[in-house]
Every structure is written in structure tokens, then in C-alpha cells.
């Protein structure tokens, strides 16, 4: 470089605005992303949302399956059959 000339630089950072998440090789933005994790996680906890809203005798237990075996189709199905069961009649 010459004395007296102007070094240009490049900016490679993204503005703060600007956040994006790297998916399998492809770039997402995080505006995208955000949303559809959020259903997600809301469709993750549905067994337990059931069984806190029926107060369902044995939530615990729909709680504990739910969140770790939910991520299983068959967890998941089986959380969701305990906190949809009938409760027991009050004699």
C-alpha cells in the first residue's frame, strides 16, 4: 500500500437488528425462528397444561413423563392419555 491512500476495510459483522440462527447449513433468521419454537414448546407441554387445568390426581407423574419423554411420540401419547384419563369417583 502507498503512503497517502486510504485503506478501505470491509464490515462483516451484522447489525444487532439483524440475528440469525445457522439451521443444518442453512441461515434462519431468529425473527423466524422464534415463533415456531414457541409453538413448538407449547405443543410439547399440552400433557401437562391438561393435567394442571383437570387437577388431575397424579400430575406429578403426567409432569415428569411429559418432560422426559415427551420428545418421544409414544412419551408424549402416554402423558397425554394420563392427564386425559378420568378421574376416580369421590365416594
Not at 440469525?20 to 397444561?49: F, K, M, W
Amino acid at each position: 500500500m502507498r503512503s497517502g491512500q486510504a485503506c478501505e476495510t470491509r464490515r462483516t459483522s451484522l447489525p444487532i437488528a439483524v440475528l440469525v440462527l445457522r439451521v443444518g447449513g442453512d441461515v434462519v433468521s431468529l425473527s423466524a425462528a422464534l415463533p415456531i419454537a414457541l409453538v413448538v414448546l407449547v405443543l410439547y407441554l399440552v400433557p401437562t397444561v391438561v393435567a394442571m387445568v383437570r387437577a388431575v390426581p397424579n400430575r406429578g407423574s403426567v409432569i415428569v413423563v411429559n418432560i422426559f419423554l415427551g420428545w418421544t411420540l409414544i412419551g408424549w401419547v402416554v402423558a397425554l392419555a394420563m392427564a386425559a384419563r378420568s378421574k376416580a369417583p369421590v365416594l
